[in-house]
């Protein structure tokens, strides 16, 4: 604890380098005293703890991390985000959570946290599109199309028929960079009898624009396919 209040105190920038090593070495033994100073009235300690623990990469700092991102000094902030970049993919499912956190800092952060950890977050957005909270669907989907890892696009194909507009609307924006690998299953939206949802669909192949063009043709020569389908799709291709 000495170490802790005193070295990270401390307003030397070496001095206080030192003392983050030199808690790093002690490992384990120094994670419960780090957090605790996460709580501290001195915004070097915060910050210094926060520091130490992305070094640590310890699971149990994750969720105190986590909540550092709402801490009002920038640079305690800005250690936390750090750390957590640092510990990846572990974070994960903890950062997922605060995409719905009550305040905004930590969901902007956590926002941006995951997209940078990148590919390892993708199968655990895909579930949480499915998540009862809208919210953290509405998140989700955009994070999924910002990220851009194909695996995605069943799921967001799916999201476009989300109860919630709000989602439905993130859905085709995040489908749309995909373009070509996401066609087929957009027209496969179209083929099935649910009207209501092939609007969003047909914005989607829209916003991908001409290499819809092939898939759009076969559909309209389908006399499968229904009418309405076909005459819209005509319209698209004028």
């Known amino acids: 604890p000495a170490l802790i209040q005193l070295g990270l105190w401390n307003p030397d920038d070496l001095l206080r380098k030192n003392a983050i090593a030199a808690l790093v070495k002690v490992g384990p033994t120094a994670i419960d005293p780090l957090i605790k100073a996460l709580k501290g009235k001195e915004p070097r300690v915060r910050a210094g703890a926060a520091q130490a623990l992305g070094v640590l990469s310890e699971k149990k700092a994750i969720a105190p991390l986590i909540e550092v991102l709402a801490d009002k000094e920038t640079i305690v902030r800005q250690e936390a985000f750090t ?3 640092a510990i990846g993919s ?12 009550p305040s905004p800092s930590v969901r902007r952060n956590a926002s941006v946290i995951l997209r940078r950890i990148g590919r390892p977050t993708v199968q655990p957005l895909t579930q949480a599109t499915s998540h009862a909270n ?3 669907r509405a ?11 194909p695996m ?21 924006e995040a489908i749309v960079p995909f373009g070509q690998k996401a066609i087929d299953p957009l027209v496969a939206v179209l083929r099935e009898n649910e009207p209501v949802f092939h609007g969003r669909a047909f914005s989607a192949l829209t916003g991908i624009g001409k290499p819809v ?25 004028r």
């Not at 063009?213 to 291709?237: C, H, M, T």
């Open 152 to 172: 995605a696009i069943p799921f967001l194909v799916k999201a476009l028929r989300d109860p919630q507009e709000a989602v439905q609307e993130l859905a085709v």
């Open 213 to 237: 063009v092939p898939a759009l043709s076969a559909l309209i020569a389908d006399s499968k396919v229904d009418y309405n389908v076909r005459a819209r799709a005509g319209k698209i291709l």
């Open 134 to 136: 809208p919210g953290m």
């Open 90 to 101: 572990p974070a994960t499912n903890g950062l997922i959570k605060g995409l719905v956190h």
């Open 139 to 149: 998140a989700a989907t955009r994070l999924l199309g910002q990220i851009g890892d």
């Open 83 to 85: 750390s957590l970049i």
